[in-house]
């Protein structure tokens, strides 16, 4: 397969910021939402994805996403000389384990989160990005858990895969395969400064939003 029929992100621009159901961006596209505890690096992959430096704000203050974040993509590939193109919504979700917040919040930015993943008639697939260099912490496996509990698509996405060497790397994804159960069509490692697994990770974004 060469490069022009593989999916591309060639587009992408952020909509809007939503808490409740009514701030939902219209017409609904098909969503995939990434999750993950703050400052794991959400920010930076989103970026490296849509390659737009600066599309999804980065910031060195754990928690500082407070919101859903809608970005509008639009991927193309061509197969035999027929072009395709898909438009979706990658939603940002709030890092779970606020360092710096109080319980009030906490506990009003989980329900909202919990309302979107449960109630979302457009999501396709839950990207929960963990930092690789951590072993599994317990706000990741309950989080994980809670989502396949709700019937939820999850594909486990190891962040900052570059910070370790590639043996220590495919050790950590094998102790995460262990600990979750999982096989290697449902995790990936990747590198936002590098786009490693790039390619992949938007294969697997346009197979579960049915564009294989």
Excluded at 78 to 100: C, H, M, Q, S, W
Excluded at 161 to 181: V, W, Y
Aim: aromatic share 8%; charged share 25%; net charge positive.
């Amino acid at each position: 397969m060469n490069s022009k029929e593989k999916w591309d992100i060639i587009k992408a621009e952020f909509v809007t910021s939503a808490v409740k159901p009514e701030q939902y961006p219209k017409p609904a596209l098909p969503e995939i939402a990434f999750i993950g505890r703050s400052n794991v690096g959400k920010s930076s992959l989103i970026n490296s994805l849509c390659r737009r430096n600066q599309l999804a704000r980065v910031s060195s203050t754990p928690g500082k996403t407070q919101t859903l974040n809608y970005y509008k993509l639009e991927s193309k590939r061509t197969i035999d000389a027929v072009e395709e193109r898909a438009n979706f919504f990658i939603v940002d979700l709030p890092g779970y384990g606020f360092a710096k917040t109080g319980k009030a919040n906490r506990e009003q930015w989980s329900g909202f989160i919990h309302k979107y993943l449960s109630g979302s008639e457009e999501l396709h697939l839950v990207c929960q990005l963990i930092d690789i260099r951590h072993k599994p912490l317990d706000s990741d496996v309950e989080t994980y858990h809670w989502l396949i509990n709700n019937g939820i698509n999850v594909n486990i996405v190891l962040t900052k895969a570059d910070k370790l060497s590639k043996n220590a790397a495919q050790s950590q994804k094998a102790l995460f395969k262990k600990e979750l159960g999982l096989d290697d069509s449902r995790i990936i490692t990747y590198s936002s400064s590098n786009n490693s697994m790039r390619g992949e990770l938007i294969a697997r974004i346009m197979a579960n939003l049915g564009a294989e």
